[in-house]
């Protein structure tokens, strides 16, 4: 009953930029982390970015200077810039969540991931 759902991914020149969202919905008390991961083509799925409830954020260090995490109350975003062929791949919403009723319990959802790639 909760759900993640991504929206922005797309096709992209070398150089140019997309900004993911994920907004998660449902009976929701709190969202603690809240994470992008992606899958290269061939690749194994790595993380992207992660930012806290406090909003405190890390990226992988190819990420780093390119990309940044942002949050609200029930949404993660992920602008990426300068981007090239190696950002090709799905884009995947990740959020450890406490739902209404659960007591403290968190439990990880996953976004249906969307496609980004980058191409002229």
């Known amino acids: 009953q909760v759900q993640l759902v991504e929206s922005g991914g797309g096709l992209v020149q070398p150089g140019g930029s997309l900004r993911l969202s994920c907004a998660a919905s449902?009976?929701?008390?709190?969202?603690?982390?809240m994470a992008w991961y992606r899958q290269r083509p061939g690749k194994e799925r790595e993380l992207v970015a992660i930012?806290?409830?406090?909003?405190t954020a890390n990226y992988a260090d190819s990420m780093k200077g390119r990309f940044t995490i942002s949050r609200d109350q029930n949404t993660v975003y992920l602008q990426m810039n300068t981007l090239n062929a190696e950002d090709t791949a799905v884009y995947y919403c990740?959020?450890?969540?406490?739902?209404?009723?659960?007591?403290?319990?968190?439990?990880?959802?996953w976004g249906q991931g969307t496609q980004v790639t980058v191409s002229s």
């Open positions: 990740n959020a450890e969540i406490i739902r209404l009723g659960s007591g403290m319990a968190a439990n990880r959802y």
């Open positions: 930012i806290t409830k406090g909003g």
């Open positions: 449902g009976l929701i008390f709190s969202i603690n982390t």
